[in-house]
């Protein structure tokens, strides 16, 4: 029999996702004329898949600087819109770690064109063993990593 040993959740500080300057981790995002809707606003749809690139960016920067492999699969995404965004353009991502938790982790996004935040979101992932198709606890080395104060800057 294994025994679980619950971990509290790693604290980290809080910050405003609408200010820039709490972000060290940032994707370029290009607008595309498909992304508009009829009303030449680029359409909320885009909005997810602009944030998508982002943590894709993110845990694939894990991957190369921290040597982990952190396998998850997405829980829950919550976008809220605080501007326009028209097109053409580019959307500056920023993104960062809010919670580490257990068995899940939350990534936190600022959307900005220039200086102006767009939106904002943030992303709950689940650790996940896809062989055995259920979650699994956060692994101990990337954990650990976390709890070393271990940050993602770009190259």
């Known amino acids: 029999m ?19 300057a709490g972000f060290d981790w940032w994707t370029d995002v290009s607008i595309r004329f ?3 809707d009829p009303n030449l606003h680029v359409n909320n749809t885009a909005f997810a898949q ?6 894709v960016d993110y845990l694939n920067a894990m991957r190369r600087h921290l040597g982990i492999e952190p ?5 829950s995404v919550q976008i809220s819109y605080v501007n326009q965004l028209h097109y053409p353009g580019n959307v500056r991502v920023g993104t960062r770690l809010l919670r580490l938790g257990n068995k899940s982790y939350t990534l936190g996004q600022g959307l900005f064109a220039g200086d102006r935040v767009v939106a904002t979101s943030e992303a709950v992932l689940v650790f996940f063993d896809y062989a055995k198709n259920a979650s699994r606890e956060v692994p101990a080395d990337l954990r650990r990593a976390f709890e070393e104060g271990a940050q993602l800057v770009p190259e």
């Not at 602009?50 to 943590?55: D, F, I, L, T, V």
């Open 50 to 55: 602009y944030a998508e690139a982002g943590r």
């Open 71 to 75: 396998r998850s699969a997405l829980a």
């Open 2 to 20: 294994t025994t679980t040993t619950r971990q509290e959740p790693i604290p980290l500080p809080d910050i405003d996702l609408k200010d820039a």
């Open 34 to 36: 498909s992304d508009q």
